[in-house]
């Protein structure tokens, strides 16, 4: 993930998680929010929803995580590997 570039959107989440978005693509160059349909990692706050934007993340092989991925990356200053994160198995 070192230099590709981060594409990230958001389903069920707060605005909080949008903040801390923002928060994380000042810190990464590679960090970017964009659409469902070039997200390379898509944050789910409600996994057990099937939104559009979820099923859109799905198609595209896109890592599905969990809040706690930006929380934590912008914490450690750092875009955190995705597979600490992961929810693929709460979705339904």
């Not at 389903?11 to 928060?23: F, K, M, P, S, V």
């Not at 944050?43 to 890592?63: D, E, N, V």
Request: glycine share 8%.
């Amino acid at each position: 993930l070192h230099g590709a570039e981060i594409v990230v959107c958001t389903t069920g989440t707060d605005h909080a998680a949008r903040e801390l978005l923002d928060q994380l693509s000042r810190l990464a160059d590679n960090v970017r929010s964009g659409e469902a349909h070039e997200a390379t990692h898509c944050i789910c706050g409600s996994p057990g929803r099937r939104t559009l934007k979820l099923l859109f993340a799905l198609a595209r092989g896109a890592w599905v995580v969990s809040p706690q991925w930006l929380e934590q990356s912008v914490r450690a200053g750092r875009v955190l590997p995705p597979v600490l994160f992961e929810c693929a198995a709460e979705i339904p």
